[in-house]
């Protein structure tokens, strides 16, 4: 193999794949070949900026969201330079908070993208493959991948960054056969929410942001029949806190770069540090935090600036738990956390309040458990918190917004699933993704870590908590890529 320069192989597209290939180039001293192996036209969107609905927003302001940890203004200034504000004035929220159309935010990911392409000073490039990747393996010392159009590459790391799998009604959901109109599997499959009629009744499967987004985009199309949001805890997203002074739009201090990354690499907050006698257990940090809130509301704070603190920490926080709490925040816990974790947009957040005001958007609480056709409608059989199931709730549409089922998009990957049958990946503790150590290695079946094979975002959710927000896949990255460059000669 005649070679000029270490390749590494990156499986898919979105923001990870794209912020990993950019902070290589920029932190690689010598020069690297990166390839991008991802079907669609563009890389950087995936599947979270897609989303060409111009109500689909980032759920934090623009400051939150940055492919360069070490520079948090990086996408602001981005959008500065474009005027994009002028185009989109919508995205300035009272509480000065700036929150873009999650597209631009893809666009700024595929032109920063580009201009990483050809590095200069190091002589890097980054090339897009539009193909899927099937399998994986690793002979002779070197990993290749091959893809689904017959190639076959080899390479000196390979990276999975395969994020979220495409929404799917959950399996525990008896769903009509054959496959009826009126249900709705995948609200961002382009157009299709646009099929339904404006004056039908739907039940949206799910009250989190995706559901939310789903509830933007008929109301914004004019719809006019009930919108029922149904969920087994009947819990909604929370909304933002205030944004401090010097983050606001229009403010001028200079704030430095590296402001948030040190937030997400500094202390773990002392009312959580076992050194301060906290035990690492759920329900004392449950009430640790609980008394940080009430501490901090007490004084005129927020309930955010003590959360964030926790969130920010998790990723080092969460492999100290043993599993059994682990498995015990997972079972009470994690809902909480989600609602509180993945805020909404204000814009959103309005528009779904004004149509709850006026008894359009309604909030329910139970579990789908089995979907039968109605003729031209759906009969929907919900279990009850108390356990008693009702049937036959009446729906001209069901749209499934149930979150995204990262241990059921192994199964239907093939990459993904060739690695594990392989014996390359094994699925982590609480199959929610892949078993990875502390720098990003796959772990093997035999517990082995692979230095020819890292994993990052949100595959990585079991072993490290919450690697599902841009900034923190970006950090997350950040920590990795000394690992991942380590023993690559020329780079
Ligand atoms: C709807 C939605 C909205 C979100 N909004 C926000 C937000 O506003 N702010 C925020 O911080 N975070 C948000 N997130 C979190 C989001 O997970 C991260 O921001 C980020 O997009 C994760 O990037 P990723 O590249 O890991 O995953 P993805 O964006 O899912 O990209 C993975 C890519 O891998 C490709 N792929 C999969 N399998 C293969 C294969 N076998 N071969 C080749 N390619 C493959 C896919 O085509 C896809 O493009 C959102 C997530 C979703 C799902």
Redesign the pocket.
């Known amino acids: 193999m005649n070679r000029q320069r270490c390749r590494i192989v990156i499986?898919?597209?979105?923001?990870?794949?794209?912020s990993l290939a950019i902070q290589l180039v920029r932190r690689a001293p010598g020069a690297l070949e990166i390839m991008i192996?991802?079907?669609?036209s563009e890389v950087g969107?995936?599947?979270?900026?897609s989303?060409k609905d111009p109500d689909h927003?980032?759920?934090?302001p623009a400051f939150?969201?940055s492919l360069l940890p070490e520079d948090f203004l990086h996408f602001s200034r981005w959008a500065e330079d474009r005027d994009l504000l002028a185009r989109d004035p919508d995205a300035l929220h009272a509480d000065g908070g700036v929150y873009f159309r999650?597209y631009d935010?893809g666009t700024y990911l595929v032109e920063t993208l580009a201009e990483h392409s050809t590095v200069g000073a190091t002589g890097s490039q980054i090339t897009h493959l539009r193909?899927?990747?099937?399998s994986v393996g690793f002979e002779n010392g070197f990993a290749f991948v091959r893809t689904q159009s017959g190639q076959e590459f080899v390479a000196d790391r390979v990276v999975i960054?395969?994020?979220?799998p495409s929404l799917r009604l959950p399996k525990s959901i008896i769903r009509p056969w054959p496959e009826h109109a009126g249900l709705i599997e995948n609200p961002?499959e382009p157009g299709r929410l646009k099929t339904l009629a404006p004056a039908a009744e739907i039940l949206v499967v799910g009250a989190g942001?995706?559901a939310l987004?789903a509830m933007s985009t008929l109301l914004a199309q004019g719809h006019r029949g009930t919108i029922t949001a149904v969920s087994r805890h009947g819990l909604t997203p929370r909304g933002q806190g205030p944004i401090p002074p010097a983050l606001r739009h229009g403010a001028t201090p200079q704030l430095p770069g590296q402001m948030f990354h040190a937030r997400l690499t500094g202390a773990i907050p002392a009312f959580l540090d076992s050194a301060n006698g906290v035990p690492p257990k759920a329900l004392a940090w449950l009430r640790a935090l609980r008394r940080q809130i009430a501490e901090a509301t007490a004084g005129g704070g927020a309930w955010q600036q003590p959360f964030d603190s926790l969130r920010d920490s998790l990723w080092r926080l969460w492999p100290s738990l043993p599993l059994s709490e682990q498995r015990r925040v997972l079972r009470h816990l994690r809902k909480m956390y989600d609602v509180h974790r993945f805020r909404t947009?204000p814009q959103s957040e309005a528009t779904a309040a004004a149509a709850g005001a006026r008894g359009q958007v309604r909030y329910a609480t139970g579990t789908v458990v089995e979907l039968r056709d109605a003729g031209r409608r759906l009969s929907v059989a919900i279990r009850r918190p108390g356990g008693a199931t009702a049937p036959g709730l009446i729906v001209d549409a069901v749209v499934n917004a149930s979150g995204?089922d990262t241990a059921a998009g192994i199964a239907t990957?093939?990459?993904?699933r060739a690695l594990c049958e392989a014996g390359h990946v094994q699925i982590d503790a609480h199959n929610l993704g892949l078993s990875i150590d502390d720098e990003g290695r796959a772990i093997d079946v035999d517990g082995k870590s692979s230095n020819w094979l890292r994993i990052?975002?949100?595959p990585t959710l079991g072993s490290f908590g919450d690697p599902?927000?841009?900034?923190?896949?970006a950090a997350q990255i950040h920590r990795f890529i000394p690992s991942i460059l380590a023993g690559l000669t020329g780079a």
Request: without cysteine; charged residues 15%; glycine residues 16%.
């Open positions: 499986i898919g597209g979105g923001f990870a794949g794209a192996v991802e079907p669609r969107r995936g599947l979270a900026y989303t927003r980032l759920n934090a939150a969201h999650r935010f193909d899927l990747a099937v960054a395969t994020g979220n961002f942001l995706t987004d947009p995204l990957n093939p990459v993904l990052i975002g949100p599902i927000g841009a900034f923190f896949v």
